[in-house]
Structure formats: C-alpha cells, structure tokens
C-alpha cells in the first residue's frame, strides 16, 4: 500500500508565504502612498494657478446680460492688464461683481441730460449700450482707477452706484466663459 498525499497539500504549496503577503502589503501601500502624492500635488497646483493666474467664477444675476447670464462660469486671467471694453471681475463690499471697463486712469465720464461722454465724446454703440442716470455724474478719474458700467444698464450695480473703481480692487480679466444653462 502506497500512501498518497492528500488533495490538500497540492493546493496548500500554491499559498503565499507570509513574507510574500508582507511584500504585496507593502507594494499596495507603495502604490498608493504615489497616487495620493500625485493628487497633492495636482490639487497643490490647481489652488496656486486659482491664487495667482486664473480662476473660475460663478456669475450671479443678469448685470452682464446678455455677455453673462445668471448660472455662467467665468474664467478670470488675474495677470496681465485690461482695456477699455473688457470685461473684468472685482469685489466691493465683499461681493463679487462683473462689469465692463468704460473709461481708464485719466479719462473723464459724464452722464446726463445729454447723454454718456468719455472724455466729452459719445463711445462707440458696439461696445457700449445706451447709458442714463437719475442724477447727473461726472467723475475723473485718478491715476488708479476706472469707471466700469454693466451691460445691462438699467441694473445699477456698477460705477454708477457703487463709484469710480480702484485698480486693486480688479481681480482680473473674464477671458473664458462657460455656459451651464444652454445657450
């Protein structure tokens, strides 16, 4: 009689040892140690460009209709300069705001009975819609300031309202628009 082995021990000598379960352990933990590094530092990387260069900003109301509506996502460049027309985002009062640059450093505006002057001229009609105000305003402006008004005038969140604008006061530059809510 010849003894056999049990069906068992075949199996049993496919089983990892323990170091071998210790190498796996330590290989998985490895691996992941390396994602959460990588997602650190692409989380570490998008929070400096949203400090320094570019952020996305939730538009809210229609002060910018129809260039910006209530929903939108704007994407601000906070380097670099502005112009005359752009588009720009700033805070007062703790509210952030999007308003259109109409006059820069140096510049006089007016608004009245006959009508919006930039420097005693009519702007030009592409840019800039029809502009009124119950009370007069005049205002010139400082070496670092602008006068900015909304797209959609009569809403009067804007220089109007709120008065001349002080350059630290500009986040930057809306160079990119998302639309959430159709087009």
């Not at 049993?12 to 650190?40: E, F, T």
């Not at 002060?63 to 005359?84: I, Q, S, T, W, Y």
């Not at 592409?126 to 009569?154: C, K, M, Q, W």
Request: with cysteine.
């Amino acid at each position: 009689m010849s003894k056999e082995k049990p069906a068992d021990s075949a199996e049993g000598d496919n089983k990892p040892s323990a170091a071998q379960l210790r190498r796996k352990r330590q290989n998985l933990i490895g691996r992941l140690v390396r994602v959460l590094i990588k997602l650190a530092v692409v989380a570490g990387t998008a929070v400096l460009i949203c400090l320094f260069l570019a952020c996305p900003y939730a538009v809210h109301g229609n002060r910018m209709f129809p260039k910006l509506r209530d929903g939108d996502c704007a994407v601000v460049l906070k380097v670099g300069g502005f112009e005359r027309g752009d588009v720009i985002s700033y805070k007062k009062g703790g509210v952030r705001y999007f308003s259109r640059v109409i006059a820069m450093s140096g510049d006089s505006v007016s608004i009245g009975e006959d009508g919006f002057r930039i420097n005693g001229c009519v702007p030009s009609e592409e840019i800039f819609y029809v502009t009124e105000a119950e009370e007069p305003i005049e205002f010139e402006l400082g070496a670092d300031e602008v006068f900015v008004l909304n797209d959609y005038r009569s809403n009067q969140s804007d220089s109007r309202e709120l008065g001349k604008l002080k350059l630290n006061e500009v986040e930057g530059k809306v160079v990119f628009l998302f639309r959430w809510r159709g087009l």
